[in-house]
């Protein structure tokens, strides 16, 4: 059975849909732990609540951040994971702690890379006028949201949209792409090769694209 640790900075409605996923048994994973880099992360208290092992290294605690990064690897190397999940972690992860992991580390960003890496996201695919945004998930590597992309979900942008509207129906997305991506992984079927995701032994030269209206009930290709 595939092994995951999720990290969390906040909120953490991704970590929910995927252990709502396991609950409905669209997952078959193990859940070692929820960590969280904010004592009062919401997602926390969630994960303690349904009986996860929940695992704080708090930032704020640390004299610098090397010692931090450290811990946080060893802390998530102790957890003995097949995969690491990054679900809104908001912190820039370093060379060593990324190429510890390196293929087993995947993170969801919220727009359709390789557009708009870092923050505010909404906001600017609003200001530049674009048709189209939405979330992508990819290996984690040293440079920030650049990794290989996976698989995204697609979202029209309306004109009535506000930032807040389009966040929102982005996030709905992102609940239903990062399960489904997971899921390659507990079948075995992606791995990373140098710049591209393998999807059944073949490169995925462009990502694996779903929009609202396609049917991932038994998982995406
Ligand atoms: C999500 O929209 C996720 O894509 C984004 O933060 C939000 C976390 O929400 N991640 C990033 O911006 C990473 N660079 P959640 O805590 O409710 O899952």
Known sequence: MLSIAIVISGRGSNMR????????????????????????????????????????????????????????????????????????????????????????????????????????????????????????VHFVTAKLDGGPVIAQAEVPILKKDTEEILAQRVLQQEHRLYPAVIKLFEQNRIKCSGNYPVLDDAPLTEPITINANSDITNGIT
Do not use: C, W
Not at 29 to 35: N, T
Not at 90 to 105: H, K, S, Y
């Open 17 to 136: 849909s995927i252990i709502e996923a396991k609950e409905k048994q669209y997952l078959d994973i193990d859940i070692k732990a929820v960590v969280s880099n904010k004592p009062d992360a919401a997602g926390i208290e969630y994960a303690a609540d349904k009986g996860y092992r929940t695992e704080i290294v708090d930032q704020t605690l640390f004299e610098d951040l090397d010692s931090y990064n450290r811990t946080l690897k060893n802390r998530l190397e102790q957890l003995d994971a097949d995969l690491i999940v990054l679900a809104g972690y908001m912190r820039i992860l370093p060379p060593e702690l990324v190429d510890t992991f390196a293929g087993r580390m995947i993170n969801i960003h919220p727009s359709l890379l390789p557009e708009f890496t870092g923050l505010n996201t909404h906001r600017r695919a609003l200001n530049a006028g674009k048709e189209k945004h939405g979330a992508s």
